[in-house]
């Protein structure tokens, strides 16, 4: 490589002239920038927390930022910051496209929500027209796609309320018509067919009860009067108007009260109504019957004095209240067996009835409640997007607005030169050794009997004159003269470019 010393440093100034000229050749870039602040808080989100839906501004902001340089966006950066006046195209509008989606930047801290928008050009007022383009549509693309999806999202809530409104009333009317078909198995009080039958079957029970302590009762007064003698009530006249008898005028009016108050709650063709109404007419035509009776006896026994003991009388009141008491629960017994026994019948078709209805009450409850719920979301997406246009939601601040920097941010020639430099010295030396490789020249015996195999008969020696090594020292001077006049020479353009850059800041 020594012996090919000097085609390395021709190389290497070579290298390092065409290095140089191409780094000062580099056109300067401006960079354009501008700070935008988003803020994301409001006084009314806290205010309307759970009545409005409140979207992740800050992960919405985050996302618009890392797609907003799109081919879309990008081409309507061009239209707005003029670019396209010099495109003649296709291709060119696809390169410029391209360039544009590398060269634009936008940097951002998402704790702070500041975000910095940035690009380089060789013209400052382009780079400024395109970032102020670009703050435009990151501002304009924020609120267009929340309006959007706002009303998408009220659109489709809407639909899903009509589909939902359609089913309930289907399954209203399919309600409707079933208990129309099923009346008589229905209650009012909202009991099951078998907790009816269970309770109806106490409700007798407790009436055969009363009525067997009744009748005992009734027993008892009639076997304390046995062997007196009956009260005839002489001279009776043909109309009953005015007469009381008071073991049956108690029992009418027992059960006429009963029926007031069955009136109050039912209709007249109620069961308990019509007993009721029977039951009058029986004791009404027992009474008749009774002072017919009497009167009869009184005619044939005019002589039989009126037993007026008060005892007696007492007892003869009880009996006939008794008896009344014994009659209105022998009716009620009667009604409570004939209700009992037709629901006896009919109680294997309650389940598939029950059922039925089960499923489908069940079907209507969850429509309605998908119905309410939507709604419910209808109501809030209203709230929201009311809110958002009367709070704005999201505020951009232009905190720097566009601007170009003074000096060109590239190239970086300081750093550029010695790179280069640092190429040419690299080309300096593997172009001898390269040569070396390819020439390759031996410097003793040894190495030559060793590379090539061969017997070596001899060697020659050279003599070295004074003449020679004066020769050899001048060349070797000459040869660091201008290595170092290439260091210095890059040594003193990084010198002069750096004062330049001080003097330019």
């Known amino acids: ?33 501008a700070r935008i602040y988003v803020d994301t808080q409001s006084i009314l989100k806290p205010l309307m927390a759970g009545l409005a839906i409140e979207p992740n501004l800050d992960q919405q ?44 930047t936008i940097k951002s801290t998402s704790r702070d929500n500041l975000y910095t928008l940035a690009y380089d050009d060789k013209n400052p007022e382009r780079a400024k027209r395109v970032v102020q383009s670009l703050a ?15 009303d998408t999202a009220k659109k489709f809530i809407d639909e899903q309320i009509l589909v939902y409104q359609k089913k309930l009333e289907e399954g209203e009317n399919r309600l409707k018509e079933f208990k129309l ?27 055969k009860l009363e009525l067997r302590e009744a009748e005992n009762s009734r027993d008892a007064l009639k076997r304390q009067l046995v062997g007196e003698e009956p009260i005839l009530i002489p001279d009776m006249p043909e109309s009953t108007a005015g007469i009381s008898l ?20 039912f209709t ?44 007696t009388q007492q007892l003869k009141i009880s009996l006939a209240e008794n008896e009344a008491t014994v009659a209105s629960l022998r009716v009620r017994v009667a009604e409570y067996q004939s209700r009992y026994n037709q629901m006896k019948e009919s109680v294997r078709l309650i389940p598939q009835i ?45 905190i720097d607005p566009p601007r170009v920097s003074p000096q060109p941010v590239s190239p970086n020639r300081l750093m550029l030169l010695p790179i280069t430099l640092v190429l040419a010295l690299a080309a300096g030396l593997s172009v001898p050794f390269a040569a070396s490789q390819f020439r390759p ?65």
């Not at 090919?4 to 920038?33: C, M, N, T």
């Not at 495109?87 to 634009?104: E, F």
């Not at 499923?359 to 719920?373: A, M, V």
Request: glycine residues 6%; aromatic residues 6%.
């Open 1 to 33: 490589m020594w012996k090919h010393r000097w085609l390395g440093l021709i190389v290497a100034w070579v290298v390092g002239a065409i290095g140089a000229v191409v780094v000062f050749r580099i056109p300067d870039k401006y960079e354009a920038s």
């Open 61 to 104: 902001i985050m996302i618009l930022s890392r797609t907003l340089i799109s081919r879309p966006n990008v081409e309507k950066l061009i239209r707005m910051a003029d670019l396209d006046l010099s495109i003649k195209s296709k291709q060119a509008q696809d390169a410029l496209v391209d360039s544009l989606m590398k060269s634009l």
């Open 136 to 150: 435009s549509i990151f501002v304009e693309s924020s609120l267009g796609d929340k309006r959007k999806d706002t």
């Open 181 to 207: 078909k099923n009346l008589e198995v229905q209650s009012s009080d909202g009991k099951d067919y078998f907790g009816r039958i269970g309770e109806l079957s106490s409700v007798l029970e407790r009436s």
């Open 246 to 265: 008071p073991e049956i005028d108690v029992r009418l009016d027992a059960v006429k009260k009963n029926l007031d108050t069955l009136l109050q709650r």
């Open 268 to 311: 007249d063709q109620h069961p308990d109504v019509v007993g009721a109404r029977r039951l009058i007419k029986e004791l009404e035509q027992q009474k008749r019957e009774e002072i017919a009776a009497r009167k009869k006896m009184a005619l044939s026994n005019p002589a039989s004095p009126v037993n007026n003991n008060p005892v």
């Open 354 to 398: 029950e059922a039925q209805y089960t499923q489908l009450n069940r079907d209507y409850e969850i429509d309605k409640k998908n119905y309410e719920s939507l709604v419910a979301r209808r109501e809030s997406a209203t709230m929201s997007s009311e809110m958002d246009a009367s709070s704005g939601g999201v505020e951009f601040r232009l």
């Open 441 to 505: 020249v031996f410097f003793d015996a040894r190495a030559l009997r060793e590379s090539t195999g061969l017997p070596l008969l001899g060697t020659v020696s050279k003599r070295v004159v004074e003449a020679a090594k004066v020769k050899e020292n001048r060349d070797l001077k000459r040869f660091i003269a201008a290595f170092a006049l290439l260091v210095g020479v890059y040594g003193a353009g990084i010198a002069l470019l750096f004062v330049f850059s001080i003097r330019a800041a």
